[in-house]
C-alpha cells in the first residue's frame, strides 16, 4: 500500500502542473508522454507540456513539475527531501504511474472536489515506510 501513496504523489505533481522537465530514460519518456495524452483525453483540464532536456538508458529519471517539488526515480535517494524518491524498477514505476494518472484523470483531477486526499505530503514519513518494509 504504501508505494501506491508514492505513486498518486507522483501522478498528482505531474496532473497539477502545466508543464514538466524531463530527464532520463529514453523508453519512460515515450510512455509518460503516452500516458499524459491518454489523462487529456479523458479529462479536458489535464494539459501538462513536457520538456526532455537529457535522454538516457536506465535510471536516474528526474522530473520537475513547474510550481511544484520534483520527482526522482532512482536506487539512491536524493539529498533533498524535497524530492520525492521513487526506487523501484523503471517497468515497474511505468505500469503504477499509468494506473494513477489514469485514475485520478478519470476522477476529473485537477479541480475535482473530493476526489483525492489532500493530506500534506510527507517525504520523510514516506522514505521511513519504505525503508522499513
Known amino acids: 500500500m504504501a ?29 509518460l508522454t503516452d500516458y499524459l495524452i491518454k489523462a487529456s483525453d479523458i479529462n479536458p483540464k489535464v494539459n501538462v507540456e513536457m520538456e526532455i532536456q537529457f535522454k538516457t538508458n536506465g535510471l536516474p529519471i528526474k522530473i520537475t513539475p513547474m510550481g511544484a517539488h520534483g520527482i526522482f526515480i ?11 524518491w521513487i526506487w523501484d524498477d523503471i517497468p515497474y514505476v511505468s505500469k503504477n504511474l499509468m494506473r494513477e494518472i489514469q485514475l485520478l484523470a ?15 505530503w510527507s517525504e520523510s514519513k514516506w522514505r521511513d515506510i519504505r525503508l522499513n518494509q
Open 3 to 31: 508505494s501506491i501513496d508514492g505513486y498518486r504523489e507522483m501522478a498528482k505533481r505531474i496532473l497539477r502542473s502545466r508543464g514538466i522537465i524531463y530527464s532520463g530514460d529514453v523508453k519512460f519518456a515515450t510512455d
Open 74 to 84: 532512482s536506487k539512491d535517494p536524493p539529498h533533498s527531501h524535497d524530492l520525492l
Open 106 to 120: 478519470s476522477a476529473g483531477y485537477p479541480g475535482c472536489i473530493g476526489c483525492v486526499d489532500n493530506t500534506p
